[in-house]
């Protein structure tokens, strides 16, 4: 079955700083989802990539998809106390039987 | 209107007993989920299904059991409840089966 990996598993940052979280499959993939997930609530869509090398922006979020499909980024420009919470991953590769979540990372912003 | 809603919020019963999770979507979506999310926040799909197929994760023990009443319904029944079951579920649905998915709140399983 298809495989992904995370990282980090867990990552602190001052306030302002940046941050980013990655996915790496073991085969192509035919497109990615991640999602942020609060504490002690529910996982929330923020965007999908489906093309080689796509790179897509909201606000302060830079997500990427990688020229082989195989990986993709999220990077957070100057995080605020609202970006805690943990991000995942969603691969579908083949048909959409295929879905796994990538193990998150679990994102602390300190004041 | 909650788009994807699911009870009971919190569960709290004995090993053994049987129960069942409800969850109902209002987003005309065709295709729902069951996921499991345990202590370490592994979220791990259980069962997706659409009114043609269901597809079971075949690490799933056949304890677990989706049953769709119609396309805005997907409950979980769980029979001879364990210790190991007790995690958050998530219900989600989509439009289709790579599109985003909306999730429910959860339900907090709890197995004393």
């Known amino acids: 079955g298809q495989q992904v990996m995370q990282i980090p598993q867990y990552q602190h940052v001052q306030e302002g700083e940046d941050f980013t979280t990655y996915c790496n499959s073991s085969?192509?993939?035919?497109?990615i989802q991640w999602y942020k997930q609060r504490p002690g609530g529910h996982p929330v869509f923020l965007i999908q990539?489906?093309?080689?090398?796509e790179v897509k922006k909201q606000k302060r979020l830079t997500f990427q998809f990688g020229e082989a499909k195989k990986n993709s980024s999220l990077h957070i420009t100057a995080t605020q106390t609202t970006d805690v919470g943990t991000y995942f991953c969603?691969?579908?590769?083949?048909?959409?039987?295929?879905?796994?979540f990538g193990s998150g990372t679990q994102l602390t912003v300190l004041p | 209107d909650t788009a994807v809603s699911q009870t009971p919020k919190y569960l709290v019963t004995q090993m053994g007993n049987d129960k069942s999770i409800k969850c109902e979507q209002n987003?005309?979506?065709?295709?729902m989920y069951w996921y499991k999310q345990d202590s370490k926040k592994f979220l791990k799909i259980m069962f997706s299904?659409?009114?043609?197929?269901?597809?079971i994760n075949e690490t799933v023990p056949n304890r677990f059991s989706p049953k769709s009443p119609d396309k805005a319904h997907l409950n979980l029944h769980i029979n001879s409840l364990e210790l190991g079951d007790s995690a958050v579920y998530f219900c989600?649905?989509?439009?289709?089966?790579?599109?985003?998915?909306?999730f429910g709140d959860g339900t907090r399983l709890s197995i004393l």
């Open positions: 990539l489906v093309k080689s090398g």
């Open positions: 969603l691969i579908s590769s083949g048909s959409a039987r295929q879905l796994t």
């Open positions: 299904y659409n009114n043609k197929e269901l597809i």
């Open positions: 085969t192509t993939l035919s497109n």
């Open positions: 989600a649905s989509s439009q289709a089966g790579r599109q985003p998915q909306h």
């Open positions: 987003l005309g979506h065709d295709t």
